[in-house]
């Protein structure tokens, strides 16, 4: 067993887990359609965790890297109790203060951001330490880490590539700062007229654009090479259907030929 799985594994394994959730989502929102998109989504995430991390099973992100959590102060798997804390804070926490749009008194909204920072510093944490470090808030506070199950795993990974990503992350949580100071004197204006403000769910722009192949909101916006905004999910299964048909993949939109190996996904966007 390798105590400091490749950090470049962990990152894939989480991505990894995004995909299979996103896929996961999708099937269950053509079934459950009398509920909301957020709705959907959480029963969705829900079910994706508590049948794997609170039963004490591999994510299938960490099924295909190899990788199961402990508590890298007893050398030991995780307990039930704190199985269920990271479901919690991997599902719940989210939900009820990004995904609902509800009137946040300033107080709420506060912590709204404490949270979105201490979880993107983090991050960066994570891609400047030489050893392996908590991949997010609810490891750290459980103390959980990742132990690698593949003896051929090299803990070893390129650090100039590693902390060129935290890099970036540093230079996002700066403009993500300066643009929040910019807008909150207007903002507190608001609440000081109104006592309360309404706060859009996380990613909210993005939720004006709508996916032109099922009509919902976007969901891990994939750019064409001509330009135009689809679902992963969508714009793949799209792809996929032509290319079985022996047809060339179009765009949905504007029917320009499209590459399925050019298609860009907007992880960050």
Not at 29 to 53: A, P
Not at 221 to 249: A, D, E, M
Request: glycine share 2%.
């Amino acid at each position: 067993m390798n105590q400091n799985p490749n950090k470049f594994d962990i990152i894939r394994s989480v991505s990894k887990d995004k995909y299979y959730r996103l896929l996961q989502f999708n099937h269950l929102k053509s079934i459950l359609n009398k509920f909301n998109h957020d709705q959907v989504r959480l029963f969705s995430d829900g079910l994706y965790y508590v049948l794997t991390t609170l039963l004490n099973r591999q994510t299938l992100g960490q099924e295909c890297y190899n990788l199961i959590l402990f508590n890298y102060k007893t050398n030991k798997l995780q307990t039930f109790s704190i199985r269920l804390i990271i479901v919690v804070f991997k599902i719940l926490v989210p939900f009820f203060l990004f995904k609902q749009k509800i009137k946040y008194f300033l107080v709420i909204y506060i912590i709204r951001v404490l949270y979105i920072i201490i979880k993107r510093l983090n991050k960066i944490i994570f891609f400047f330490s030489s050893n392996q470090s908590f991949s997010s808030i609810e490891n750290r506070i459980t103390n959980t880490k990742f132990i690698s199950l593949d003896p051929l795993s090299s803990s070893s990974c390129s650090q100039n590539s590693i902390r060129l990503i935290g890099i970036v992350k540093i230079l996002d949580l700066t403009a993500n700062l300066l643009h929040l100071v910019k807008n909150f004197h207007s903002m507190k204006s608001d609440i000081a007229s109104s006592n309360s403000v309404v706060i859009e769910p996380e990613h909210s722009q993005l939720c004006k654009f709508k996916c032109s192949i099922c009509l919902d909101n976007v969901s891990v916006p994939t750019v064409t090479q001509c330009g135009h905004v689809f679902c992963w999910y969508c714009i793949q299964r799209h792809v996929l259907s032509l290319s079985k048909n022996s047809s060339q993949p179009s765009c949905p939109s504007c029917r320009l030929i499209i590459d399925h190996n050019k298609l860009i996904c907007l992880n960050n966007y």
